[in-house]
């Protein structure tokens, strides 16, 4: 069955103390991993897609990587502006064009 | 600004009653989607469509129908047969091509009262 899932379900870090969240899947022919990050109330906003083991993508203090099993996002010196619930997402061949979620990793960032 | 729109931000349905969320995209997208979204679980796929008349049931599509008259268009209709329809709606869209990026609006939530 195709699946994704993230670890922590939360996570809490003081400002400036860097971590990784995880995404691991289970899909049949990946044909792309995509992040993205959702204030309360709102909408999932675009951050990365990733198609292929060993890619990574950076945005200001957000790197994604990309290996056959898993994705991490990597968050360096955050800030409390950083704070967020992270969403991460794949489709697979055969799919349709369906996009199978995670529940997400819902960060509090601290000064 | 190119972007999807959702309306309303907020709506409130009685019991029995059907609802229609709207959903808007000048993105000049072919694909659109309805997830929907409830605390502490992922996404979930209500319908999507690929291009102009055509869409497909997605895993949760049952007490929900849409229409894809337009490809601007693609409004949700929450019927009473959904039987818990309280949830936070989110409407997106994408090129088509199966590994692109999906876009979202920025979501109606819905509350049976």
């Known amino acids: 069955e195709d699946q994704v899932t993230q670890s922590p379900e939360a996570l809490r870090l003081q400002e400036g103390e860097s971590s990784s969240l995880n995404c691991s899947y289970t899909v049949s022919g990946l044909r792309g991993l995509f992040w993205y990050r959702q204030d309360p109330g709102k909408g999932p906003e675009f951050l990365f897609t990733l198609y292929s083991a060993g890619e990574e993508k950076e945005k200001e203090r957000l790197k994604a990587t990309l290996t056959k099993k898993e994705s991490f996002l990597h968050i360096t010196a955050p800030k409390p502006e950083d704070s967020a619930t992270y969403l991460c997402a794949v489709r697979h061949v055969g799919g349709y064009n369906k996009l199978i979620f995670g529940a997400g990793t819902r960060l509090a960032v601290h000064p | 600004d190119g972007g999807i729109t959702q309306s309303p931000k907020y709506l409130f349905r009685k019991e029995g009653q059907n609802v229609t969320l709207s959903c808007e995209q000048n993105?000049?997208?072919?694909?659109m989607y309805w997830y929907r979204q409830d605390p502490g679980q992922g996404l979930r796929l209500i319908y999507y469509?690929?291009?102009?008349?055509?869409?497909q049931k997605g895993d949760i599509a049952e007490g929900y129908s849409v229409s894809r008259e337009k490809k601007e268009s693609f409004p949700l209709t929450v019927t009473s047969a959904q039987k818990n329809p309280t949830a936070f709606y989110l409407c997106?869209?994408?090129?088509?091509?199966?590994?692109?990026?999906?876009?979202f609006g920025q979501g109606t939530r819905l509350t049976v009262v």
């Open positions: 993105l000049n997208h072919d694909a």
């Open positions: 469509s690929q291009i102009v008349n055509d869409f």
């Open positions: 997106a869209s994408s090129m088509g091509q199966a590994d692109t990026e999906a876009f």
